[in-house]
């Protein structure tokens, strides 16, 4: 009968595996995974311009050091990037993934800027933080594209043209009622007087067959591949064992406990299985949601436990002398033969417990767990010790822990213990103002102002 569940098991994880396959490829999720391999300028050096392939090395260090001295003074945060290619996404959503991949901004504060620039769709855009929505309105931020990026890029200076850029825009932020003329038309060089050299060859940091179809060209990993196999092994490895037990130890009682004692297994696969997910993930660079289709999982094998352990409790005992059936006594009847603590294991709630009697006299009491939050008693032994108050001696602060005493009595023997804990300390509000010292960007948002252009 039960082997027909573990059937039904395979076959969930077979439909829930070919469900979440194609996910892999959906585009929100490749977006995500090609942003997130753009090399970020924060953590690895420290500055605020991401060139890969040297587009810009002429300019790079002026202006990243315009970026630094307004940073510095206003927190303020604009990172350019420029990179050779994006492959075919779009070069303003790639723009507002990246920003908010980033974070760029103080949190809070959402006061960031990203220049995105794709060499090879000779595309521009400027993505704004909501928090500099007012100061830099997307009309600002079109006129620094008309005036300075299309003309400048036009005639190759790029590093010229990211440096007015960046000027611009701090000039623009500065000023929140600057016009056109004071924003764009104070260029130190006129478009074309230094052009930058080209780029170094430059391949895509992730590619495009890796984001792409599972079904037909991209393997699993051989991580993925072996956590599920081991973890469906170990899944269905479970039923088949309790099966094999049965044939040898037909007990009820005695199948339960290896039942239970067998559990590790699922959970031991459950975790493969898991790590099979993320591993999958890590390859395909998408994000983890889907991890979240394991909870359905979980509950129908749970599911599956519970109805399997209460058959076996119910099953018919037979007397191991004399073959005889032996019967099971009601919750009053049964008192008869439990000890005093048992008794008030089971009226609490804390312990089941079941009493077989056979025609010939022989009985058997048969221990099951009931409700959590009871513990052993240290003195008569009983699962009777519970809680029963706590109390605060030294209330948490944000830089110190507190003391608790928690109270405890055996409902059975009347022992009593305190137990003293600490309390953790209270979560610090973080300090993210104007320091910006850290690995990355400071944790702001854009919502997809700002603006773009072809030259
Ligand atoms: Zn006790």
Redesign the pocket.
Known sequence: MYLHRSKALLLFFVIFLSWIWPAGHASALDLASAVAAVPNPRAESRTWVADPANAIRLGRDEINGLIQAHETQSGVEIAVVVLPTIGEFIPKEFATALFNHWAVGKKGQDNGVLVLHVLDQRRIEIETGYGLEGNLPDVKCHWIVEDIAIPFFKQGSFSDGHYEIARALITGIGNPDAERQTLTGHSARAPGTRVDSPPEPYELPYSHASLGDFHSDSPLSALSIISLGSGLFMLLLWPVLSHRHRLVHPDPLDQLDHFRKRAWLVKAGAAAIVVALLAWEWQSLASQWSVLFVFPGGFLVRRYRARRLARLRDQPRLDPNTGEAMRRLNEADDDAYLLAGQVCEENLGAKDYDVWVSPSGFYRVEQYDGAHGFEA?E??S?H??RKIGTRIIDPPTTNAQGLAEDSFT?A??G?AKVVKRSLPSLASSSSDGSSSGGESFGGGSSGGGGAGGSY
């Open positions: 008693c003195k008569c009983f009777t010790l055996c059975h023997c022992y």
